[in-house]
Nanobody, 124 residues
Framework: EVQLVESGGGLVQPGGSLRLSCAASGFSFDDYAMSWVRRAPGKGLEWVSAINWSGGSTAYAESVKGRFTISRDRAKTTLYLQMNSLKSEDTAVYYC?????????????????WGQGTQVTVSS
């Protein structure tokens, strides 16, 4: 059974940092690209970042570029999102998602599994 379990969310002040984790199990983690996707209150899903199977290729939404860093640990089968210089507009539920292939595409999202999400609230 594929499982994606996010953690690390919470309340942080503007300008602060958080690191999200997504523990993956039930599939060969090394073989698939992964993404972070978020949903802000009252808004639709927004793609945040993607990483390919090896970690050698990454991509970011313009809204987070230069502030967020995606990474993966093959030994721990865990996906991470380091979030720095957080803004109020980063407030959202953050989900990790598994791609159906080893490489991601920025033009078309093809996910087959999602985590349950972790809440990030940026507020003073």
């Amino acid at each position: 059974e594929v499982q994606l379990v996010e953690s690390g969310g919470g309340l942080v002040q503007p300008g602060g940092s958080l690191r999200l984790s997504c523990a993956a199990s039930g599939f060969s983690f090394d073989d698939y690209a992964m993404s972070w996707v978020r949903r802000a209150p009252g808004k639709g899903l927004e793609w945040v970042s993607a990483i390919n199977w090896s970690g050698g290729s990454t991509a970011y939404a313009e809204s987070v570029k230069g502030r967020f860093t995606i990474s993966r640990d093959r030994a721990k089968t865990t996906l991470y999102l380091q979030m720095n210089s957080l803004k109020s507009e980063d407030t959202a539920v953050y989900y990790c998602a598994k791609w159906t292939s080893s490489e991601y595409a920025t033009s078309l999202a093809e996910y087959d599994y999602w985590g349950q999400g972790t809440q990030v609230t940026v507020s003073s």
